[in-house]
């Protein structure tokens, strides 16, 4: 059963940076497929980005492009997402997902962390 756990959440000022990781057990990492998605209240959860088991393809939603990355350590089993110029309107829960095929699409992926919250004040 594979276990994801995010961390690196927290209380940022608009316009600062904060980095999420996403750390796997009880997998092969390497072979999936990992994605960041989001749920802010009362709104449905949405993609961020997405980084192939290489690394070598990513996909980012166009509400992050330019100020978001996603990167990988296979060695660590891990799953990094940078994020930069923040806004008050990034404020969400902010979920890992690891799933077989790099994907903006939340169903396709089989495993999910519990969430670590990012609240971006103005």
């Known amino acids: 059963q594979v276990q994801l756990v995010e961390s690196g959440g927290g209380l940022v000022q608009a316009g600062g940076s904060v980095r999420l990781s996403c750390t796997a057990s009880?997998?092969?990492?390497?072979?999936?497929?990992m994605g960041w998605f989001r749920q802010a209240p009362g709104k449905e959860r949405e993609f961020v980005a997405t980084?192939?088991?290489?690394?070598?393809?990513?996909r980012y939603a166009d509400s992050v492009k330019g100020r978001f990355t996603i990167s990988r350590d296979n060695a660590k089993n891990t799953v990094y997402l940078q994020m930069n110029s923040l806004k008050p309107e990034d404020t969400a829960v902010y979920f890992c997902?690891?799933?077989?095929?790099?994907?903006?699409?939340?169903?396709?992926?089989?495993?999910w962390g519990q969430g670590t919250q990012v609240t971006v004040s103005s």
């Open positions: 980084i192939s088991g290489s690394g070598g393809t990513t």
């Open positions: 009880g997998g092969t990492f390497i072979n999936a497929a």
């Open positions: 997902a690891a799933g077989p095929i790099i994907s903006i699409v939340g169903s396709l992926y089989d495993y």
